[in-house]
């Protein structure tokens, strides 16, 4: 079945406290992103990666890292979380960037004390 | 600049139809998405269109006029199960999406 995975689905911790969200598909897909969603606020790119070794800034990248070492996984980084990451996180992935459908993992519900 | 708007929320009677718009401003454009999300879970794609026109999949039908900036999404015959988020995204001159805030679909029997 064709998916992009998350893991955790669900994290409560604590300020400061180093942690990784990782995403993976299983399509091949050479274009993969993470956004976060609040509400009101809609969808928020945090950093996209167009291949391998290749990642850059989205509209909100600031506290967060990326990494693309291989084609079907692209781990979130938050070195040092802050209360204000509190948020739904959202993995996806497509074929193309902005001209093809994009597949969204189920999210993940990140809360930072 | 770009920018896009959508109502914040609609209510609509379960077997009625629905028009939910979405207006756009930009420079360049590659096309423009619809998405549905429950409440919780992932976005899944609706719709693509990237010329004028009216492209129908079964209920759901999505329209576009690129001269306008404008697009809606029409739901025939509303189900209970259609109460959702749907979220227009237009792709830019590079073909970056820019998301709306979403429109939350209220069905009421």
């Known amino acids: 079945e064709a998916q992009v995975t998350q893991n955790p689905r669900y994290l409560i911790t604590v300020t400061g406290k180093k942690l990784t969200v990782t995403c993976s598909q299983n399509?091949?897909?050479?274009?993969m992103s993470w956004y976060r969603q609040d509400p009101g606020l809609g969808l928020r790119q945090i950093y996209y990666?167009?291949?391998?070794?290749?990642?850059d800034k989205g509209d909100v990248p600031e506290g967060y890292k990326v990494s693309r070492k291989e084609k079907r996984n692209f781990p979130l980084i938050l070195e040092s979380p802050s209360p204000n990451q509190t948020s739904l996180y959202f993995c996806?992935?497509?074929?193309?960037?902005?001209?093809?459908?994009?597949?969204f993992g189920d999210g993940t519900r990140l809360s930072i004390l | 600049g770009q920018n896009i708007d959508q109502p914040t929320e609609m209510t609509a009677t379960e077997g009625a139809i629905v028009q939910i718009n979405c207006t756009y401003q930009?420079?360049?454009?590659?096309?423009l998405f619809w998405y549905q999300q429950h409440a919780g879970e992932a976005p899944t794609f609706l719709s693509y269109?990237?010329l004028d026109g009216l492209e129908e999949k079964g209920r759901f039908s999505s329209f576009l006029s690129r001269s306008k900036g404008y697009s809606y999404l029409l739901l025939k015959e509303l189900q209970m199960k259609d109460s959702a988020s749907y979220l227009c995204?237009?792709?830019?001159?590079?073909?970056?999406?820019?998301w709306g805030a979403g429109t939350k679909l209220i069905i009421k029997p």
């Open positions: 990666s167009m291949n391998v070794e290749v990642t």
């Open positions: 399509m091949n897909h050479e274009y």
């Open positions: 995204a237009f792709s830019d001159s590079n073909y970056q999406l820019i």
């Open positions: 930009t420079s360049g454009f590659n096309g």
């Open positions: 269109n990237v």
């Open positions: 996806a992935s497509s074929t193309f960037r902005g001209s093809q459908p994009q597949h």
